[in-house]
Nanobody, 123 residues
């Protein structure tokens, strides 16, 4: 059974930083694409950042480019999202996800999801 567990969310003032972590367990994620998504109240789940597990490609949404950085620790089966210069519009529940296909911005392409972690940015 694949499990993804996010942590690191919280309340931060605008301009601040947070680092989200995603612990993957249950199987090796070699060959999987990993992504971070977010969902704000009343909005659809949206792609934030992701990479192919081989490391060949990394992609960010335009709204977080140059502010957020996705990274991984293969040995620990961990994925991270460093979020800097946070804005109130970044407020959402953030989800870690794994896909058995190439990197995609479409949440329907992902097979495994974590339970989410709340990020709240105050103005």
């Amino acid at each position: 059974q694949v499990q993804l567990v996010e942590s690191g969310g919280g309340l931060v003032q605008a301009g601040g930083s947070l680092r989200l972590s995603c612990a993957a367990s249950g199987r090796t994620f070699s060959g999987y694409a990993m992504g971070w998504f977010r969902q704000a109240p009343g909005k659809e789940r949206a792609f934030v950042a992701g990479f192919s597990w081989s490391g060949g490609s990394t992609h960010y949404s335009d709204s977080v480019k140059d502010r957020f950085t996705i990274s991984r620790d293969n040995a620990k089966n961990m994925v991270y999202l460093q979020m800097n210069s946070l804005k109130p519009e970044d407020t959402a529940v953030y989800y870690c996800a794994a896909a058995q296909v190439v990197l995609s911005t479409n949440p329907r392409m992902y097979d495994y999801w974590g339970q989410g972690t709340q990020v709240t940015v105050s103005s």
